[in-house]
Nanobody, 115 residues
Framework: QVRLVESGGGLVQSGGSLRLSCAVS????????MSWYRQAPGKERELVAS????????RYADSVKGRFTIDRDNVRWTSYLQMNSLRPEDTAVYYC????????WGQGTQVTVSS
């Protein structure tokens, strides 16, 4: 059974930092592209960052470039999203996603940034 479990969300003041983790089991983690998405109330889910299986190709949404960093540990089967200089507009539910021929999703973790 494939499981993706996010953690690390919470309430933080504007300018603060959070580190999200996504623990994966039930698939060959090192073969999968790992991505982080977010969905704010009333908005569509959007891609925040993605990292290739080997970690050599990384993409970021323009809105988070220079503030967020995606990483992965192919030994611990975990993906990370380091979020710095958080803004109120970063408030959303954050989801991790593992993609190869199909995609698997976590349940999401709430991030709330107060002004």
């Amino acid at each position: 059974q494939v499981r993706l479990v996010e953690s690390g969300g919470g309430l933080v003041q504007s300018g603060g930092s959070l580190r999200l983790s996504c623990a994966v089991s039930g698939l060959s983690f090192s073969n999968y592209v790992m991505s982080w998405y977010r969905q704010a109330p009333g908005k569509e889910r959007e891609l925040v960052a993605s990292m290739s299986s080997a970690g050599d190709t990384i993409r970021y949404a323009d809105s988070v470039k220079g503030r967020f960093t995606i990483d992965r540990d192919n030994v611990r089967w975990t993906s990370y999203l380091q979020m710095n200089s958080l803004r109120p507009e970063d408030t959303a539910v954050y989801y991790c996603c593992a993609t190869l021929s199909s995609s698997y999703w976590g349940q999401g973790t709430q991030v709330t940034v107060s002004s």
